[in-house]
């Protein structure tokens, strides 16, 4: 089983940047794919990025070229550095752990979530 807390959220204007840290519990945190999902008011929850237990990473359109994501298994972290933030990109942020897939439905855990908001 892994606990997952989310933090680095925070109020940023459009442009700048953040970056959003999953601390990850339990020994076999390796063992897991890792995601990042964020869902504004009124709307379903969507895929942001992933990366592979093996490193393998990727991200959606819609941040691809802005969000960077990585892990360090040594201290059971996943980081999301977001860049270039735009007012869309305003909303609640989630961590997942699970088997790699752009699907909330293949990931069984999840972090509380860490409010991102840009101002425009």
């Known amino acids: 089983q892994v606990q997952l807390v989310e933090s680095g959220g925070g109020l940023v204007q459009a442009g700048g940047s953040l970056r959003l840290s999953c601390a990850a519990s339990?020994?076999?945190?390796?063992?897991?794919?890792m995601a990042w999902f964020r869902q504004a008011p009124g709307k379903e929850r969507e895929f942001v990025a992933l990366?592979?237990?093996?490193?393998?990473?990727t991200s959606s359109d819609s941040v691809k070229g802005r969000f960077a994501i990585s892990r360090d298994n040594a201290k059971n972290t996943v980081i999301l550095q977001m860049n270039s933030l735009k007012p869309e990109d305003t909303a609640a942020y989630y961590c997942?752990?699970?088997?790699?897939?752009?699907?909330?439905?293949?990931?069984?855990?999840w972090g509380q979530g860490t409010q991102v908001t840009v101002s425009s």
């Open positions: 990366i592979s237990r093996n490193g393998v990473s």
């Open positions: 997942a752990a699970g088997i790699s897939s752009s699907s909330r439905r293949e990931y069984d855990y």
């Open positions: 339990g020994r076999t945190f390796y063992s897991y794919d």
